[in-house]
C-alpha cells in the first residue's frame, strides 16, 4: 500500500535559520508528492506540489524536489520566519489524470515553531 | 470567494445522541472528502465521493455515514458517537479532472464525544 513518513516533531528554530524537515514515502505505482500547511486554528492548505521525478515544488521560499532514487520529498527553506510556525504535512496521490478515488495519502505531521 | 465552509466548528455531544456535520463548497468540485485528524496520525480518510449519488468508504468509516444528494453538499453523520471518534474533522473538495491530489480544505470541526 502507500504510506508517508515524516521526521518526528516538535521542531523549534530561531528566526532566519535554515529548515529541513524529511519526508519519505512508498507507494504502488507513480505518486504526485505534496507539502500542506496547517497554520493554528485553520485548515490545510496546499504549499506546494511535484508531479514527477526531479521536479522541484516552491512557493513562500519553501522548496522540495521530487527524489525517486531515494522516495523522498523533503521540505526546505532558507531563513525561517515567526509566520512560518505551523503543522507540515507531506502527502501523496496515485491515480490517473481523471481523479483518483483514494486522492491523498498523508504523513503525521510535523509541529514547527519559530522563535524570534 | 471560494471555499469549503463546515458547520459546527466546535461541538460537544453525548454517547450514543446523533449528530451531523454539515460540509459545502462553492467551487463546483466533484470530488470531495471528509477526514479525521488525531495526534501523531495525520489525517484519515473516513469516506470521500467522486460526484452526486457517489460515496465510497476511505480508511476508517466504521461509525460514520455520508450523503451526497447535491454536489456542493457532503454531510458527515454519526449516528451513534462514541468517545473514540472524539476528533478533528475535515472536509475538502477537489476537481477531479485537475492535477491530482490538489484538495481544498474546510477550517475544521473539533467534536468532543462524552
Known amino acids: 500500500g502507500n504510506s508517508v513518513t515524516q521526521m518526528e516533531g516538535p521542531v523549534t528554530l530561531s528566526e532566519e535559520a535554515f529548515l529541513t524537515i524529511n519526508c519519505t514515502y512508498t507507494?504502488?505505482?507513480?505518486?504526485?508528492l505534496f507539502w500542506y500547511v496547517q497554520y493554528p486554528g485553520e485548515g490545510l492548505q496546499l504549499l506546494l506540489k511535484a508531479t514527477k521525478a526531479d521536479d522541484k515544488g516552491s512557493n513562500k521560499g519553501f522548496e522540495a524536489t521530487y527524489r525517486k532514487e531515494t522516495t523522498s520529498f523533503h521540505l526546505e527553506k532558507g531563513s525561517v520566519q515567526v509566520s512560518d510556525s505551523a503543522v507540515y504535512f507531506c502527502?501523496?496521490?496515485?491515480?490517473?489524470?481523471?481523479?483518483?478515488?483514494?486522492?491523498?495519502?498523508f504523513g503525521s505531521g510535523t509541529q514547527l515553531t519559530v522563535l524570534p | 470567494e471560494a471555499q469549503v465552509t463546515q458547520n459546527p466548528r466546535y461541538l460537544i455531544t453525548v454517547t450514543g445522541k446523533k449528530l451531523t456535520v454539515t460540509c459545502s463548497q462553492n467551487m463546483n468540485h466533484e470530488y470531495m472528502s471528509w477526514y479525521r485528524q488525531d495526534p501523531g496520525l495525520g489525517l484519515r480518510q473516513i469516506y470521500y465521493s467522486m460526484n452526486v449519488e457517489v460515496t465510497d468508504k476511505g480508511d476508517v468509516p466504521e461509525g460514520y455515514k455520508v450523503s451526497r444528494k447535491e454536489k456542493r453538499n457532503f454531510p458527515l453523520i454519526l449516528e451513534s458517537p462514541s468517545p473514540n471518534q472524539t476528533s478533528l474533522y475535515f472536509c475538502?473538495?477537489?476537481?477531479?479532472?485537475?492535477?491530482?491530489?490538489?484538495?481544498?480544505f474546510g477550517p475544521g470541526t473539533r467534536l468532543l464525544v462524552l
Open positions: 502527502a501523496l496521490s496515485v491515480g490517473a489524470l481523471s481523479g483518483s478515488a483514494r486522492q491523498l495519502t
Open positions: 507507494a504502488t505505482g507513480y505518486p504526485s
Open positions: 475538502a473538495s477537489s476537481q477531479s479532472r485537475e492535477v491530482r491530489g490538489t484538495q481544498y
